[in-house]
């Protein structure tokens, strides 16, 4: 069957990917049957804003809202993707409904990945779990954030904006590996200012028993809060996928366009993506995006779709800065100014990488995206 044939949809997975997907392939003129299948009740919404805005908003939920979808598909909410046989073209759910389709599109995501199984360790992936942790901060109980990563450090930010007395801890200095050691430093000494309390550690383990959980550090020292809260990286939701051959260590690889079979493209968290770095997971909101729009014109045009052209794009709000990079990350060494100087205050940076590409970074600044992309263009 010629991808142009196409009469038959099934979108697995209702978060941006999947939501993107949908509406990429109305508008590249697929007038078919389309199914959008999601295992949350609720319709898409901004993951992003869970760990940010939705936080902080007072009586305002609407943080995280998007419009209502437009691609007049049948949307099967609340409903869990079990298995795919990809000779009969089935998706097999959890209420034991079997779908048909011609093509498919793979958007389950990830999942958080956890320290423990205990109930008192807590995970943000899900609006689900950002209202639960909201109910609970405004309280004002003592924090443990585990994981020094963007999401950690957000976290951390939020509690502590809600009024709680907040530890973070961290194997090494926060942010160092996924930012660089200036931006890292920049957002951390932000932190420390705010009152976070930063503990850097080797591995540490959450140990103990349901109602008493605590964290051990790799020198012996135990630290306990009243909530405890782990962001220790995610994990591709892969396991409705065995037996088809699709999953290599644990995500799924997909070409230039998102093809990850004949009639199948997966996009977002659990896609595996070639880059001029290797083929590798790009957990990103705006890469989940451009991923959905290529991959959606693949499955109906094939090799004439154009190929993905994308350049990172990363953002975050914490302790009072916000921080916007368009290219490769961490960035080494120390940056050019563009605007601004060293000292911590409104700035445009520019670092030029190893591979000869730039990273723009906007740090409290006003500038549109599109020209932060252009600086990345320009020498740095």
């Not at 691609?71 to 073209?89: F, I, K, M, N, P």
């Not at 423990?116 to 901060?137: C, K, Q, V």
């Not at 709000?317 to 921080?323: A, I, N, S, V």
């Amino acid at each position: 069957m010629s991808a142009a044939a196409l009469k038959r949809v099934v979108v697995v997975g209702n978060g941006i990917a999947g939501l993107t997907a949908a509406h990429t392939l109305r508008d590249a003129g697929f007038d078919g049957e389309l199914t959008v299948v999601g295992d949350e009740v609720h319709p898409a919404y901004s993951r992003p804003a869970l760990s940010k805005a939705l936080l902080l908003d007072g009586d305002d939920l609407s943080s995280h809202t998007l419009p209502p979808a437009s691609h007049g598909a049948s949307e099967l909410l609340g409903v869990r993707a079990t298995g795919l046989d990809l000779d009969r073209r089935l998706v097999t759910l959890d209420d034991g409904t079997a779908l048909p389709y011609e093509g498919i599109v793979l958007a389950t995501g990830s999942r958080a990945r956890r320290l423990s199984e205990l109930p008192d360790e807590i995970t943000l992936r899900g609006l689900d779990d950002a209202l639960a942790l909201r109910r609970r901060l405004a309280r004002r109980p003592s924090v443990l954030v585990v994981g020094g990563g963007p999401l950690g450090m957000e976290l951390a930010s939020g509690c502590l904006a809600a009024g709680c007395r907040v530890t973070l801890v961290s194997q090494g200095e926060p942010l160092t590996a996924q930012l660089g050691p200036h931006l890292a430093r920049v957002l951390t000494t932000a932190a420390r200012e705010r009152g976070l309390t930063v503990v850097e550690t080797g591995p540490a383990r959450v140990e103990g028993r349901a109602g008493d959980a605590r964290v051990a550090l790799d020198d012996g020292t135990v630290l306990r809060a009243e909530v405890l809260l782990s962001a220790v990286g995610d994990v591709p939701n892969t396991d409705w996928l065995t037996g088809t051959g699709l999953v290599v260590n644990g995500a799924v690889p997909v070409d230039e366009r998102g093809l990850a079979a004949p009639g199948v493209v997966a996009v977002g968290d659990l896609a595996a993506l070639p880059t001029p770095h290797g083929v590798r997971r790009i957990p990103l909101w705006s890469s989940a995006v451009d991923q959905a729009r290529t991959a959606a014109r693949a499955l109906l045009h094939g090799t004439d779709a154009p190929p993905l052209t994308f350049q990172p794009y990363f953002w975050t709000e914490q302790f009072g800065r916000t921080l916007k990079a368009v290219g490769r990350l961490p960035a080494a060494g120390e940056p050019v100014y563009a605007d601004g100087e060293p000292g911590g205050g409104p700035a445009l940076m520019a670092w030029r990488q190893e591979d000869g590409s730039t990273t723009a970074v906007a740090l409290d600044h006003r500038i549109p995206v599109p020209r932060l992309r252009s600086m990345t263009r320009e020498p740095a």
